[in-house]
């Protein structure tokens, strides 16, 4: 298989902030899905204040890390959603999950 590289983003720069340094590479969907967001592309970019080095970071702040599964969630099905449905492939509906 073709390694996808990101669907979410084509620049090499923090999601949130923009900046070029520093910079780590975060899996939207973590756990039993790390590897769906590898195949997908389901993939940022984060400096390390927004990874996971500060409040404001995606693993410390759990707005944010439900922020970008909802993103992560529409881009899948506005790339691949005609052909498998995200929630056949994730388990789990972002877009109307209420449980947080
Ligand atoms: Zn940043
Ligand atoms: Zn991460």
Redesign the pocket.
């Known amino acids: 298989m073709i390694k996808i590289k990101s669907i979410i983003q084509e620049k090499k720069e923090c999601y949130f902030c923009s900046t070029k340094s520093n910079l780590?590479?975060?899996?939207v969907f973590?756990g039993r899905n790390r590897n769906n967001s590898e195949k997908y592309g389901l993939k940022v970019y984060?400096c390390t204040r927004h990874?996971?080095l500060s409040k404001d970071s995606?693993?410390f702040n759990p707005i944010y890390m439900k922020l970008l599964k909802i993103i992560g969630q529409l881009y899948y099905e506005k790339i691949f959603g005609f052909d498998e449905p995200f929630t056949s492939i994730f388990y789990r509906n972002y877009r109307e999950d209420q449980s947080g």
């Open positions: 780590h590479e975060h899996h973590n984060l990874h996971s995606v693993h």
